[in-house]
């Protein structure tokens, strides 16, 4: 499996950005894929995750409102739509897959994904 990442950039507070991940080499159909981002110093952290089997999303609490993970219907990806960006979202922001049906009690571990993309950055400036 590979993973494709793209959308990254440069923006100003209040802004709207849209990531897209692109998956190859998936054959199950009970996917789930997940972004996670990291900050310099900081770990990665969880941001949206999307599951394939029953279409359940989740966010982290300081996205939930803000952004929006959907499924790409023509082919095996996600998107993260990012509106009303703060500062605070500046990070590199990493695609993730499993080829299962990932528990919910899971979805916010990077440790249940073990594809990864390369990452795009995403810069905010005040």
């Known amino acids: 499996v590979q993973l494709q990442a793209s959308g990254g950039g440069f923006l100003q507070a209040g802004g709207s950005l849209r990531l897209s991940c692109e998956a190859s080499g998936i054959t199950s159909r009970s996917y789930t894929m997940a972004w996670f981002r990291q900050a310099p110093g900081r770990e990665r952290d969880f941001v949206a995750s999307f599951r394939r089997s029953d279409g359940n999303t989740r966010y982290s609490d300081s996205v939930k409102g803000r952004f929006t993970i959907s499924r790409d219907n023509a082919k095996s990806a996600v998107h993260l739509q990012m509106n009303s960006l703060k500062p605070e979202d500046t990070a590199t922001y990493y695609c993730?897959?499993?080829?299962?049906?990932?528990?919910?009690?899971?979805?916010?571990?990077?440790?249940?994904?073990?594809?990864w993309g390369q990452g795009t950055l995403v810069t905010v400036s005040s």
């Open positions: 993730a897959a499993a080829q299962s049906h990932v528990i919910v009690s899971n979805l916010m571990s990077h440790k249940a994904y073990p594809y």
